[in-house]
T-cell receptor, first 117, second 114 residues
Framework: EAGVVQSPRYKIIEKKQPVAFWCNPI?????LYWYRQNLGQGPELLIR????????DSQLPKDRFSAERLKGVDSTLKIQPAELGDSAVYLCASSPTPAGTLYNEQFFGPGTRLTVL | AQKITQTQPGMFVQEKEAVTLDCTYDTSDQSYGLFWYKQPSSGEMIFLIY??????QNATEGRYSLNFQKARKSANLVISASQLGDSAMYFC???????????FGTGTRLLVSP
């Protein structure tokens, strides 16, 4: 079974430029998550989708970040314009179980390492 | 607020020895789940083990076991018979009904030496 796929793996951009990250979850997983992991920290949730609906985007900086999950499968996370502080690893995860259950095993992709110069 | 604390930034262990990685947590939820993830240098987070707050037995998965002490709010990960491939970052995380997301600690870097 293929895991969560993310692209690109690495991205270097100059500040004020736009950038987009793509995620393909494990087939059949209805719940999809985007996390941001700053250096030396654990991941922090940006947004959670149940199928195509964003059910938790309280931590997403909406002035510059946007996300979509068309047809409840693939998802794209966009930053426009990027700032120096956006340098981080952006992780996508998916889960087969509804988010309401406590035991919610999340399968993570390899992440996209973003460097903003 | 929910919080996970991992006080060990780095741990060293020799191959074949056991190691304990500490994790304490804070939540006002009565029911919650505790998770441990491994993050190798390749970057992906690998799920290791889960403990539910009402589980009476400590969780075990192969060489991994979770030493759950509810009164002390601790959920330490024990790795038995360490292997070189265990060298990685380890994150403790928590999930509760009032916060529908995983809250992670800052992680512990484990280095296994021959």
């Amino acid at each position: 079974e293929a895991g969560v796929v993310q692209s690109p793996r690495y991205k270097i951009i100059e500040k004020k430029q736009p950038v987009a990250f793509w995620c393909n979850p494990i087939s059949g997983h209805n719940t999809l998550y985007w996390y941001r992991q700053n250096l030396g920290q654990g991941p922090e949730l940006l947004i959670r989708y149940e199928n195509e609906e964003a059910v938790d985007d309280s931590q997403l900086p909406k002035d510059r970040f946007s996300a979509e999950r068309l047809k409840g499968v693939d998802s794209t996370l966009k930053i426009q314009p990027a700032e120096l502080g956006d340098s981080a690893v952006y992780l996508c995860a998916s889960s087969p179980t509804p988010a309401g259950t406590l035991y919610n095993e999340q399968f993570f992709g390899p992440g996209t390492r973003l460097t903003v110069l | 607020a929910q919080k996970i604390t991992q006080t060990q930034p780095g741990m060293f262990v020799q191959e074949k020895e056991a190691v304990t990685l500490d994790c304490t947590y804070d939540t006002s939820d009565q029911s919650y789940g505790l998770f441990w993830y491994k993050q190798p240098s390749s970057g992906e987070m690998i799920f290791l083990i889960y403990q539910g707050s009402y589980d009476e037995q400590n969780a075990t998965e192969g060489r991994y076991s979770l030493n759950f002490q509810k009164a002390r709010k601790s959920a330490n990960l024990v790795i038995s018979a360490s292997q070189l491939g265990d060298s990685a970052m380890y994150f403790c995380a928590m999930r509760g009904p009032s916060f529908q997301k995983l809250v992670f600690g800052t992680g512990t870097r484990l280095l296994v030496s021959p």
